[in-house]
């Protein structure tokens, strides 16, 4: 099954 | 101090109508370049940007950069007593607890003002970087919107995946599947109808239908939607607000275990 990712995993918090 | 005067007030009225649902409090950050606002959702899956630039406002005074902390239910709740032909004003003093927004109907007749309480926000910012993407999707904003709410009652989730054949947009539930493909067409007779694929490489990403779904909120704002995927990317679905900036919507994409 897929599974929900978030953004934090390909955008840095700044 | 801030004045900010847009003679469209509607646009900015259909801008909270579109990201209300997705985020509860941001903060509007106000500038030399625009009025403008990242926020992510409460699950950190979707994020809204959007951007007014000064260019499109009739006055634009922003003496200094401005973070100012809004409930978007409430600010939406005071910019729907605003007529859709009305002439809008936002104006904020440096350091201000208070954003005012002030309603002019066209023939002057009528002036309301409306006072909202600040609030301070953490909010966090993400950095997303100028990308190159694998597929871009432009189509009618009204047949994006369509097939986003048809799938939805089928599944949940929905898988896009661009070839050169077209962008096809699939679901499965418990009653059943979906598959909606959407070719090229470029010889409407209104470019607003043209459905164009920008395809450098072939993509197939799985998405919750529900973001989706929120995103299309933003239908009024533009005829047409552009759709920018890449295999290693979140999807940004973009509707452009005319001659003045945007609203862009991030969503992370489903990843198989």
Redesign the interface.
Known sequence: ?14 | MLELRLVQGSLLKKVLESIKELVTDANFDCSSTGFSLQAMDSSHVALVALLLRSEGFEHYRCDRNMSMGMNLNNMAKMLKCAGNDDIITIKADDGGDTVTFMFESPTQDKISDFEMKLMDIDSEHLGIPEAEYHAIVKMPSSEFARICRDLSSIGDTVVISVTKEGVKFSTKGDIGSANIVCRQNTSVDKPEEATVIDMNEPVSLTFALRYMNSFTKATPLSNTVSISLSNELPVVVEYKIAEMGYVRFYLAPKIEE
């Open positions: 099954d897929s599974k929900q990712s978030t953004l934090t995993r390909f955008f840095k918090k700044v």
